[in-house]
């Protein structure tokens, strides 16, 4: 297995010269290759494009996208906005919190599988209540049928790809 410190490095040598403008691009990059970004990884960005670790935290931490440390195999997303709230969002948390034993702050579950974030409007408002698993976006999730498809769909697909959750 590939080293962290190794895929900085490769997703680096992919911006020479960089500047700060590569800065929300390059921890995309990290974020979607090693699942977050720990320490070492915005000081290592931060050596890479001469910026202080405390620039990379301030822009990190104003993107809802980025995160410091380990999510579950599946990130779910659900949308707290008003427009998702009014169509049964908070039944859906609770469904879910009850069915996978995690609240929304984003800690895996034990078994690594799943972790949970409520999240403002992420705009597709006429479509909730919505939720979202790696980013990918489920519609009018306002059961509890709809919800076990979509989990049962995760856990299919983890035994599919096999291997052991990280
Ligand atoms: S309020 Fe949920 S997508 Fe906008």
Redo the contacts with the bound molecule.
């Keep these: 297995m590939e080293h962290q410190c190794d895929i900085i490095e490769e997703i680096l040598r992919k911006y020479p010269n960089a500047t700060r403008d590569a800065l929300v691009p390059i921890l995309q990059d990290v974020q979607n290759a090693c699942g977050c970004l720990s320490r070492e990884a915005v000081i290592r960005i931060g050596a890479y494009l001469r910026l202080p670790a405390s620039s990379i935290y301030g822009v990190a931490t104003f993107y809802n996208q980025f995160r410091f440390r380990p999510t579950g195999k599946y990130h779910i997303l659900v949308?707290?906005?008003?427009?998702?709230?009014v169509k049964g969002?908070s039944s859906l948390l609770l469904l879910l919190r009850g069915k996978l034993g995690i609240r929304e702050d984003g800690v895996p579950a034990e078994d690594g599988l799943f972790s949970l974030e409520a999240v403002?409007?992420?705009?597709?408002?006429g479509?909730?209540?919505?939720m979202s698993v790696n980013g990918k976006l489920y519609a009018g999730i306002d059961s509890e049928k709809k919800l076990d498809a979509v989990l049962e769909e995760c856990r299919k697909l983890k035994d599919l790809e096999g291997g052991t959750v990280q």
């Design positions: 949308c707290r906005g008003t427009s998702c709230h969002a403002p409007c992420i705009g597709a408002c479509l909730g209540p919505v």
